[in-house]
């Protein structure tokens, strides 16, 4: 099971830290990566951490406010968003693979995927 939290409302320019926790799999041997969708549009990459050496990977949207990091020992990925902006708001996904090679720019792949959790960046 993989499970979101963190998100919430916030003003522009703002910040918030995004986690995903798993239970019952050692996150460590899983890719995990974050997508999300607004109202009326496709679900779309954010970022992702790849097992093994934890290479990350962003969207252009995001590069250089966000910033995805594990703790093994938590078992625990978090998502840093800085510097939010009103387009930021969506709902959250954590997704998680173990795959021995993922596309983690596409949502297809993926095998787990957390609940969800509402990002709200008011202007």
């Known amino acids: 099971q993989v499970v979101e939290s963190g998100g919430g409302l916030v003003q522009a320019g703002g910040s918030l830290r995004l986690s995903c926790a798993a239970s019952?799999?050692?996150?460590?041997?899983?890719?995990v990566g974050w997508f999300r969708q607004a109202p009326g549009k496709e679900r779309e990459f954010v970022a992702a951490?790849?097992?093994?050496?934890?290479?990350?990977y962003y969207a252009d949207s995001v590069k250089g406010r966000f910033t995805i990091s594990r703790d093994n020992a938590k078992n625990t990925v978090y998502l840093q968003m800085n510097s939010l902006r009103p387009e930021d708001t969506a709902v959250y996904y954590c997704?998680?693979?173990?795959?021995?090679?993922?596309?983690?720019?596409?949502?297809?792949?993926?095998?787990?995927w957390g609940q969800g959790t509402q990002v709200t960046v008011s202007s």
């Open positions: 997704a998680a693979d173990d795959a021995s090679f993922i596309n983690y720019y596409s949502s297809v792949p993926w095998d787990y």
């Open positions: 019952g799999r050692t996150f460590s041997s899983y890719h």
């Open positions: 951490i790849g097992r093994g050496d934890g290479t990350t």
